[in-house]
């Protein structure tokens, strides 16, 4: 039964960029955060800090060059950042898993933001000068993505997903796990 109700929210989970202006209650908020603190790491590290932001004015300038709608209009955004120095403690400086781990963390963080009925969308165009200036974020932090989020119309337009047999195989590429 659990394995159906998570496939099921992995396959029901869209991008969201239009959000209706409703405030959302804190303790949704850390549900949410709280889900990608659950995310696994490369040794346990836990490398990734969140800061989540409802304050407008600073929202407004995280995109200075692009003007996104969903990044100006969100009644909250998280700011997904890591700290390299947790993963380099116990792995060489040549490993970026940490930003693997983060990756992670989001993806979880968008499941319970689906979950939780707001829809929410993962962001890599902005201004990581903007948003590092505006938070006071130390510059030894990597920012690797904000995740705008919200309520929304209930208009979940889905798209178009490649199929399962273009993109895995199995033992080798000539051949395809196929629905059937």
């Not at 659950?38 to 969140?50: C, D, E, H, I, T």
């Not at 990756?103 to 165009?125: D, E, R």
């Not at 974020?137 to 119309?153: A, E, K, N």
Request: aromatic share 10%.
């Amino acid at each position: 039964m659990y394995q159906i109700e998570t496939l099921k929210a992995i396959s029901t989970r869209t991008s969201i960029r239009r959000f209706l202006n409703k405030e959302i209650p804190l303790e949704v908020i850390r549900n949410i955060v709280e889900a990608g603190t659950l995310a696994p790491s490369g040794g346990n590290r836990q490398p990734w800090r969140f800061i989540v932001v409802t304050d407008k004015s600073k929202m407004k300038k995280f995109d200075p060059y692009y003007n996104q709608k969903c990044i100006k209009d969100a009644p909250a955004i998280i700011v997904a950042c890591v700290n390299p120095h947790d993963t380099w403690e116990k792995y060489d400086e040549d490993d970026n898993c940490y930003i693997l781990d983060t990756a992670a963390a989001i993806q979880n963080m968008l499941l319970s933001i689906h979950a939780q009925g707001l829809g929410g969308v993962w962001v890599v165009s902005f201004s990581k000068q903007a948003v590092r200036k505006e938070l006071d974020i130390p510059l030894h932090w990597d920012i690797v993505s904000i995740v705008p989020f919200g309520y929304y119309d209930g208009i979940n337009n889905k798209t178009p997903r490649r199929d399962i047999s273009e993109v895995a195989f199995l033992n080798d590429l000539n051949n395809p796990i196929c629905n059937n």
